[in-house]
């Protein structure tokens, strides 16, 4: 929990550009009646799983950034997707999980749900796509490695407007690449 003063600075500071799924925003991520809103301005620094950004916030997100965050997404998905799947032991699920979420992977995934984006989605993969990376991993080509920033960063996008729908049919498109749907 917060302090008072702390508290009182967050709602200032962070709380206008905070959406909250039932708040009324432009990033459309719901409506809430009055009698809930306190309480979850109280508790929003607590709720990062619903965080919803106002869409200014996020432009001001560098690519590498919301690849960062992406990156983090994914990763959960093809952890949950495993584990949905019954790859259940250690070994095995960490072996799996690394051929999923390695670069050649993420890009072959990215080429097939490419048809499927919508312009806005087009428009911030190409800008992860163009991301000015330092380094790629030697197992990696740097177009597949520049794809799988792409791929991260709409994921972050994504999942920064609270569009947890939307990064789950894309997430589904992908795993039935290579026959991986379950």
Not at 33 to 54: D, S
Not at 95 to 104: G, I, Y
Not at 117 to 122: G, I
Request: proline letters at 4%; glycine letters at 8%.
């Amino acid at each position: 929990a917060l302090s008072s003063a702390a508290s009182d600075v967050y709602k200032r500071q962070v709380m206008p550009t905070i959406f909250l799924p039932g708040f009324p925003s432009a990033a459309g991520c719901g409506t809430m009646g009055p009698a809930n809103h306190f309480n979850l301005l109280e508790n929003a620094m607590e709720n990062y799983f619903e965080l919803c950004l106002a869409p200014d916030d996020i432009r001001a997100i560098s690519s590498v950034g919301l690849a960062h965050l992406g990156d983090a997404v994914y990763e959960l998905l093809v952890r949950t997707y495993l584990c949905a799947g019954g790859k259940a032991t250690g070994k095995g699920l960490h072996r799996a999980a690394v051929e999923l979420v390695r670069a050649e992977s993420q890009a072959r995934r990215a080429d097939a749900i490419l048809p499927l984006l919508t312009e806005a989605e087009l428009a911030v993969f190409k800008r992860g796509r163009n991301a000015h990376v330092h380094t790629i991993p030697h197992a990696a080509s740097r177009g597949d490695y520049l794809k799988a920033t792409a791929l991260e960063c709409l994921f972050g996008w994504l999942y920064l407007r609270g569009e947890r729908e939307r990064i789950n049919a894309l997430f589904t498109a992908m795993m039935e690449v290579d026959g991986h749907a379950l």
